[in-house]
């Protein structure tokens, strides 16, 4: 493995992390924890947070018992508390050949802007003491991080991030959430960072997730050049994951079919995740990075 194209976008300076340690992960499911984190979770347990009573059994804490309430009703009601858990959180990230496109040597790739986006949700994961664990794929799923815990271990998963593999095939997006699904060994919150470019679709990888009662978080990262392409004339094309190649006239007639097709495809995967109630972001690389993590995400309720 070797680091990949403009590392330097992946150095983050005080100033933005202490933005970030203001900011946690949205979910819009509760899960079970292992750990104390804080993150409130429908199991009871000792924490200061009350949550609710229930009937005195015995063997119960003689501490938890509400001794107003038996003074009143002359009954024992015992005294329930939220715990606050961690919360597993996983990142997708397509490593795939149209996400490493470039319009040029300097520009930012759609990989760059994913791992960025990644490197900054999981810090804040971190810092509010949750689990996080990042996989990369393409034609399948590739090596995982390992989970992580604690500020401590971003510089761990920021080496992650700076040297990817390099994983060849067309995507294949179920496949990967097939594989992903049965590794997991705890449910959570999983971000999904990719351009869909999957010619087997999106939808059946997504419903898999929610299947196995993963919390899925859509990051559509797209480059201005998959939205309005500039060139002309006669072109051969050559599709950097099919290794094919396509003969065309790229006159305005075909470029106004084409931005239509790319908006009916976008349009349709924000409507499949509000309808499927996924959360949905759009990450294009013309977004400063900073906007895009403290405003585009807060907007599209994944960070608050």
């Known amino acids: 493995m070797v680091p990949a194209a403009h590392d ?49 059994t015995p063997g119960d804490d003689l501490r938890m018992i509400d001794w107003n309430i038996y003074g009143r009703l002359d009954r ?80 761990t998963l920021l080496q992650f991030v700076k040297y990817p593999p390099v994983l060849s095939g067309a995507t294949r997006l179920l496949q ?17 960072l990719s351009d869909f470019f999957d010619p087997a679709g999106y939808e059946e990888a997504l419903r898999l997730l929610r299947f196995h009662q993963f919390d899925a978080q859509v990051v559509h990262v797209l480059d201005p050049g998959d939205l309005d392409p500039s060139v002309r004339g006669d072109l051969q094309l050559f599709d950097a994951e099919s290794d094919s190649f396509l003969e065309l006239t790229a006159d305005d007639s075909l470029l106004h079919e084409y931005r239509s097709a790319v908006e009916t495809f976008t349009s349709d995967l924000r409507n499949f995740c509000v309808t499927q109630r996924f959360g949905h972001v759009t990450a294009s690389t013309e977004i400063g990075f900073e906007d895009l ?3 585009v995400l807060r907007r599209g309720a994944i960070v608050r």
């Open 76 to 155: 024992l009601f015992v005294k329930l508390f939220e715990q606050e858990q961690d919360l597993p959180v996983y990142f997708l990230i397509d490593a795939s050949a149209s996400m490493r496109w470039s319009p040029g040597p300097e520009a930012l790739t759609k990989f760059d802007q994913a791992r960025r986006v990644a490197a900054s949700l999981a810090y804040i994961a971190l810092a509010n003491l949750d689990r996080v664990n990042m996989f990369y794929f393409s034609g399948e799923l590739g090596a995982a991080s390992g989970m992580c815990r604690g500020k401590g271990q971003f510089h």
């Open 8 to 56: 330097d976008s992946l150095i983050f300076d005080s100033r933005f992390l202490a933005k970030l340690e203001r900011l946690y992960l949205l979910s819009r499911k509760i899960f079970r924890g292992h750990q104390h984190g804080e993150r409130k979770s429908r199991q009871t347990g000792s924490s200061l947070e009350f949550a609710d009573y229930r009937n005195y």
């Open 176 to 192: 990967s959430a097939r594989k992903f699904s049965q590794e997991a060994k705890r449910r959570g919150v999983v971000f999904v």
């Open 293 to 295: 993590v403290l405003r």
